[in-house]
Each structure stands twice: as structure tokens, then as C-alpha cells.
């Protein structure tokens, strides 16, 4: 039975990294960081208990001795360094790494390879190619975890809520459900995935806090506000797909955004997480709270107290 106890995170120092490296300090694995030798982080983002190596991510003898020792590699890779994960994997195998989980952490890239959006996730897909082709060596799980639910909401309001004008825009209906994940769900996948080694092999799995429609939050946020947000957009997801798809053709990658607003929120788009296709029941994630968790966002921006 393998056993997993100690895990090297690629690229913990980003948006979901610290969230990652938290729930596996808290579940007691040792945690190892590996930070690029020209990272512009100035400020020590690692806790103080994580070892932190400076690497070359273009070096494999640089990456092969850094992981040294460990059971687990969780990459956590920002975009760019999305590609560079190959020669990580090579630097796992040759270091005796059991598990390694790639930078997925979005839109499940199993089911959009062949569409316009998986064209932007083209490296993702072709990392987790390369995991499966190397399977006899390594395993690995990849997790689709859709759209992070805080995050998104504190950067954008989830492109649905505006809170400085109180008003909200929608895509389409308003009524598809669409997969989200807050950044601490997500750190508690990753220790769940590697709690149950066997469950988990060779899997590319799909987890979520909920699903949810852009009319929901939009009703949450107007009943624990006491405060209407009229909406006073309307878009529609053929025309965010058609302007995605404009953008793609002169190699603008912020055509990600439009094919991500219409994969969610289109009407009928379908991909929202159902029980059959949800694996938090395999690795014994609960789901959480809409209500609560808009709640936080909305105390944490200070419009509820
Ligand atoms: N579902 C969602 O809503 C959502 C939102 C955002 C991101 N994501 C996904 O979550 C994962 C992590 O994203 P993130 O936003 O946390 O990433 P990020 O903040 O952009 O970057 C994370 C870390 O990657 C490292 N890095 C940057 N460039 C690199 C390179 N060229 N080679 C190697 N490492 C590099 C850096 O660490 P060092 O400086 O320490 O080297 C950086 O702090 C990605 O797969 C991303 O697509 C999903």
C-alpha cells in the first residue's frame, strides 16, 4: 500500500499555492517548496516550516535533486511555467516521486481538448498526455475543480456581482449552473487525493464546492445584503463565444475569459459537476455552503460586518 508523507509543491508562492500548502502542513505532510531560482517573490511566502529550494525549472539535475525524498510532487505552476512540468515529471520518475498532480486546478481539460477554449489549455492537456504515457514510472491525478468561487468573487464578483454600484450583469439566462471551488476546498482536494493513494491513481478527477447560477449569487448576495442588485447587463454566450473565438484567431489568449463565461453560463452548456461525474464522494470531500460562503466574501469586502 503506498503511503504518501512528504510532497514538493511547484510554484506554492501564486493565488491557490498558499492555500495548498496550508491544508498539507495541517493534515501533517512535510512540505517541501520549490521556488524558481529568478522568482521576483521578495517577501518569504512559504511558512516557516516548509523547506524551500531554489530551482532551475529548465534543469532537470536541478529539479531531480530537489526532489529527492519526496513521496509527491503538487504543481501548482502559474501559466507560463505550465510546459516546463514535462521536464518535472522526467526529474520525479528519476527521484522515485509516486504521485505527481499536475497544474490543473480549472475547466476539466479532458472533456475541452478538442474545443476553441482547450486550444488555450493545449500545454495542460499535453502534461497530463505525457502523465499517462508515463504511467509504468509515475502516477498522477489531475483534478478539475472549475472556477474558484472566492477568488473570482474578490477579483471580479464573479463577472456577475458589482458591489462598488450595486448593480450585477449576467450572461444569458442567469439559470446555468456552473462548477466552482473556493481556494480552501481545493487545498482540502489535494490532501484528500493523497490520503487515498489507491482511489486516486491514474485519475483525472472532478471536484467542486457546489454548482452554482449566476441568479443564485445574485439572490444570495441581495438576501443577506437586504439590498437589490438590478441587472444592467445582458450578454449573450454566442456572442462571447464569437468575440473568443475573433481574439484566438490573432493569437490573443485573453480569449479565455469569453470561452470561459460561455462555458459556464451559457443556457444548456451542461457543465455543471453531476453526482455521477463528482469525486468528492470518492475521496470523502464534503461540499460547502453557498450562503456561508458568499457571506465571507461579502465581510471580508466590508459590506456586511
Ligand atoms: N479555476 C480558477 O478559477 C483558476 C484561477 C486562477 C488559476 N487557476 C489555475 O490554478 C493553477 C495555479 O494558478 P495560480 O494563479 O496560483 O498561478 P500564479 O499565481 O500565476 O503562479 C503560481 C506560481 O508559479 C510559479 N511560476 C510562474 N512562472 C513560472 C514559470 N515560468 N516556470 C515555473 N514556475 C513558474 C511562481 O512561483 P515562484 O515565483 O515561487 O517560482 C508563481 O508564484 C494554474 O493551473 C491555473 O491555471 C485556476
Not at 513521496?71 to 504521485?99: C, E, H, I, M, T
Not at 477554449?117 to 509504468?136: N, T
Amino acid at each position: 500500500m503506498v503511503s504518501i508523507k512528504t510532497v514538493a509543491v511547484l510554484g506554492g508562492t501564486g493565488n491557490l499555492g498558499p492555500s495548498i500548502v496550508h491544508h498539507l502542513l495541517s493534515a501533517g505532510f512535510t512540505v517541501t517548496g520549490l521556488t524558481r531560482a529568478s522568482s521576483t517573490n521578495s517577501t518569504p511566502v512559504y511558512p516557516d516550516s516548509v523547506t524551500v529550494h531554489k530551482v532551475d525549472f529548465a534543469s532537470f539535475d536541478s529539479l531531480r535533486s530537489a526532489l529527492d525524498g519526496q513521496d509527491a510532487v503538487v504543481s501548482v505552476v502559474g501559466s507560463p511555467g505550465v510546459a516546463a512540468q514535462k521536464l518535472a515529471v522526467d526529474a520525479a520518475v528519476a527521484a522515485g516521486v509516486k504521485r505527481f498532480i499536475p497544474s490543473e486546478f480549472g475547466v476539466n481539460t479532458r472533456k475541452v481538448r478538442d474545443r476553441p477554449i482547450g486550444r488555450i489549455l493545449r500545454e495542460k492537456v499535453e502534461v497530463v498526455d505525457y502523465l499517462i504515457g508515463r504511467e509504468g514510472e509515475i502516477s498522477w491525478t489531475g483534478v478539475s475543480t472549475g472556477l474558484f468561487f472566492d477568488w473570482g468573487l474578490e477579483k471580479h464578483g464573479l463577472s456577475t456581482i458589482n458591489l462598488g454600484d450595486k448593480t450585477s450583469s449576467v450572461v444569458d439566462s442567469g439559470n446555468e449552473k456552473f462548477q466552482v471551488s473556493t481556494l480552501a476546498q481545493v487545498g482540502r482536494a489535494v490532501v484528500k487525493i493523497l490520503q487515498h493513494p489507491e482511489e486516486t491513481k491514474n485519475k483525472y478527477l472532478v471536484t467542486s464546492s457546489f454548482q452554482v447560477s449566476q441568479n443564485e449569487i445574485i439572490k444570495t448576495v441581495e438576501e443577506l445584503t437586504g439590498e437589490k442588485y438590478p441587472v444592467v447587463k445582458r450578454e449573450k454566450a454566442e456572442d462571447l463565444q464569437k468575440a473568443g473565438e475573433e481574439k484566438l484567431a490573432v493569437g490573443d489568449y485573453r480569449a479565455f475569459i469569453d470561452f470561459l463565461r460561455a462555458y459556464n453560463n451559457a443556457d444548456g452548456a451542461g457543465n455543471a459537476v453531476s453526482e455521477e461525474e463528482s469525486a468528492n464522494g470518492l475521496i470523502g470531500l464534503e461540499y460547502e455552503d453557498l450562503r456561508e460562503s458568499v457571506r465571507e466574501w461579502l465581510v471580508k469586502a466590508g459590506v456586511l460586518s
